[in-house]
């Protein structure tokens, strides 16, 4: 009998010893849930740093920028006089013979043509080329806040996952504990087989969603290797420790009004309206005519007749066309009707733009405020209110107050709690991008 005792002590002051370095092991994964420590900075992406790589890589963008390039070198083209007319002539060759000098008409022609538009014409075209330049100018813009915004909401998600990870990581470490507590008790004979195939469920489960945001991450991380014309493939580490303050907004309207005056989109549309007015104008002109003016110098050879003397001169000739604007009805007068059409057009189209800029502008002050007031939620409420929790149970069940079941649900839901106090920073983060993005630049904080 006494060596059965001693045997039972023995198990027992086993148990406590485990149970309390479970204790231990789980308060302070816990604690550091929410305050993450850095790693070396040395090698990482920061967001700072992807933002940069995208634009100095990114093709998309390149390919962009070099079209804005082409079309800067189009105005200066379509805004000078067509090129001249050069022609060599030979005239009025008699067939029978062929001789230069048989008849008086015969002669080598050499002369030169130029048109000339009508007075304005050539500024409009040229006009109407700049502001199409400038709208690209304001594209290539454009591009570079979305290409920003992609990047850092692509950056964030990774951020996100990486939490995820970890913190999944860390709770299959406490289900192992789990598993050797409830394993434990079972062997003192104070606890249940199903406490320990619980445990080892939840592990597997959790497994099973570990594996499925190893490949969520994957796909992110190709998605922004590609923003930044990295191989597809490529690893890379992003540091843990992050900024975790989350500013006040300045009111929408004042954010309405900084995107009028910064958002690229807007900008380009309301360039495009100029150029439909150049090219309103254009087609207006187009009802008067363009001229020619040709000078030719004829020479000849031979002599005159006796009864004048002397050989032939050579001919000198000045030419003056104009073009004659016959079919005005069904060519220039639809050509100013089309202008007319595409000019409303180019109107409503910046009209729409700025309900869209102005919808997504309070749609992302939306879940950007909602995002803040959920992370500050989960900081200071949910999650230090979830680990009391917990702690309160494990202390429970080391004296069988508490249902292995109950201590397990506390730390499952501790730990849902944790990957949405994550995804709240991550969602805030991407909503203050895609904010950015939407008013262009200036400054959205109060």
């Known amino acids: 009998m006494t060596l059965v005792r001693r045997c039972c002590v023995s198990s027992d002051h086993r148990y406590q010893y485990r149970l309390l370095a479970f204790v231990s092991i789980a308060f302070c994964l816990g604690s550091a849930t929410t305050g993450a420590t850095a790693q070396g900075a040395t090698g990482l992406l920061t967001e700072q740093t992807a933002v940069e790589q995208a634009l100095a890589d990114n093709p998309s963008l390149m390919a962009m920028q070099l079209r804005y390039e082409a079309l800067l070198a189009v105005p200066s083209q379509v805004g000078a006089l067509p090129d001249p007319m050069l022609n060599l002539n030979a005239m009025n060759f008699p067939t029978d013979s062929w001789d230069r000098d048989q008849e008086a008409m015969t002669q080598l022609q050499v002369g030169i043509s130029q048109v000339f538009p009508f007075p304005g014409k050539r500024g409009l075209h040229e006009e109407a080329a700049a502001f199409d330049a400038m709208a690209a100018g304001h594209s290539v813009d454009e591009m570079r806040i979305q290409l920003v915004q992609n990047v850092k909401a692509r950056w964030w998600q990774v951020y996100y996952l990486d939490r995820a990870l970890d913190t999944l990581n860390k709770n299959q470490t406490l289900l192992r504990q789990f598993i050797a507590v409830a394993k434990t008790k079972y062997e ?3 606890g249940l087989q199903q406490d320990i195939l619980l445990a080892q469920l939840e592990l597997s489960r959790l497994m099973d969603q570990g594996i499925q945001l190893e490949a969520l991450r994957q796909h992110q991380a190709i998605a922004l290797n590609t923003l930044l014309d ?7 580490d992003i540091p843990v420790k992050v900024p975790l303050s989350m500013p006040a907004l300045r009111d929408e309207m004042a954010l309405y009004e900084a995107a009028e005056m910064y958002r690229p989109t807007l900008k380009q549309r309301a360039t495009h309206i100029e150029a439909a007015r150049s090219r309103l104008e254009l087609a207006e002109k187009d009802r008067y005519p363009d001229l020619r003016l040709g000078v030719v110098y004829g020479a000849r050879d031979g002599d005159n007749p006796a009864s004048v003397g002397g050989s032939r001169a050579d001919l000198f000739s000045v030419m003056l066309g104009a073009q004659i604007p016959l079919y005005s009805g069904s060519k220039q007068s639809k050509a100013v009707s089309q202008r007319t059409t595409e000019l409303a057009r180019s109107r409503y189209q910046l009209i729409d733009e700025k309900g869209a800029v102005r919808a997504a502008i309070s749609a992302s002050v939306t879940d950007y405020r909602r995002s803040r007031r959920q992370f500050e939620l989960f900081a200071t409420g949910i999650i230090p209110q979830a680990q009391l929790t917990v702690q309160s149970m494990l202390a429970a069940y080391q ?11 506390s730390q499952m839901t501790l730990f849902n709690y944790e990957l949405q106090y994550w995804k709240a920073l991550s969602e805030a983060r991407q909503a203050l991008a895609r904010l950015e993005a939407a008013v262009g630049q200036g400054d959205l904080y109060e």
């Not at 990295?230 to 890379?236: G, H, S, T």
């Not at 004296?399 to 649900?409: P, W």
């Open 188 to 190: 003192t004979g104070k």
């Open 230 to 236: 990295r191989p597809a493939a490529e690893r890379f």
């Open 399 to 409: 004296v069988s107050e508490v249902d292995f079941l109950n201590l397990l649900r």
